[in-house]
């Protein structure tokens, strides 16, 4: 059983350029959340996804979006990059029918902008 | 709001001996807690869960945590450390669904 899958595990970009990051949940979850790890830091909610809508959103601007995929995989995208944008991003599955309490997360995304 | 505080940044044992990593919440109603695991360039590993069950929770490798509301508080305690439980431990919160985490508490464990 594949646990929650992250691609890709490394990513340079330079400030200003966009950048996407896709998540693929743990097999029998319907709900994915991301969130941002800053280094030292604990991680911080981003947004959540479940029934291909954006239910759920942490404090993120708007260049921070997302998508939900029929499939329940997931994307982030974040526009006009910032050198503060660089950070481990995390990606956690759920099921709503387990009542979501258990989130699974993957190996996340390092997103250095330059 | 909702909100976790985690009492030491970084705590050291000796290999062998008792761990204790500290946490206490905030909450307006009965809390979810957690604690997650995260070892060197790897993702969160779930610990255990409280979910207003038995108060005692008892997770993997281990680890057991105490709810008590009096005291808002929710220790992460091991009889035992070993090597292998060096990593970084965040108590968490969940929040209508979404998950609020502590600052982290880096664990050291000393041959």
């Known amino acids: 059983d594949a646990g929650v899958t992250q691609s890709p595990t490394h990513l340079i970009k330079t400030r200003g350029q966009q950048v996407t990051l896709r998540c693929s949940p743990k097999?029998?979850?319907?709900?994915v959340s991301w969130y941002q790890q800053a280094l030292g830091q604990g991680p911080q909610f981003i947004f959540q996804?479940?029934?291909?809508?954006?239910?759920q959103r942490g404090n993120f601007p708007d260049r921070f979006s997302g998508h939900q995929f029929p499939n329940y995989s997931s994307e982030l995208n974040v526009n006009a990059l910032l050198l503060g944008d660089s950070a481990l991003y995390l990606c956690?599955?759920?099921?709503?029918?387990?009542?979501?309490?258990?989130?699974?997360f993957g190996p996340g995304t390092r997103l250095t902008v330059t | 709001a909702q909100s976790v505080t985690q009492l030491d940044s970084h705590v050291s044992v000796s290999e062998g001996t008792p761990v204790l990593l500290r946490c206490n919440y905030s909450?307006?109603?009965?809390?979810?807690l957690f604690w997650y695991v995260q070892h060197p360039n790897k993702g969160l590993q779930l610990l255990l869960k409280y979910t207003s069950a038995a108060t005692l929770v008892k997770g993997i490798n281990g680890f057991e945590a105490e709810f008590k509301k009096s005291e808002t508080s929710f220790h992460l305690t091991k009889p035992s450390a070993h090597m292998s439980d060096a990593a970084e431990y965040f108590c968490?919160?969940?929040?209508?669904?979404?998950?609020?985490f502590g600052q982290g508490t880096t664990l050291q464990v000393k041959p």
């Open positions: 968490v919160v969940r929040n209508t669904g979404k998950l609020i």
């Open positions: 909450s307006s109603y009965s809390p979810s």
């Open positions: 956690a599955s759920s099921s709503r029918l387990g009542g979501g309490y258990e989130q699974y």
């Open positions: 097999s029998g979850h319907d709900t």
């Open positions: 996804y479940y029934e291909e809508e954006e239910r």
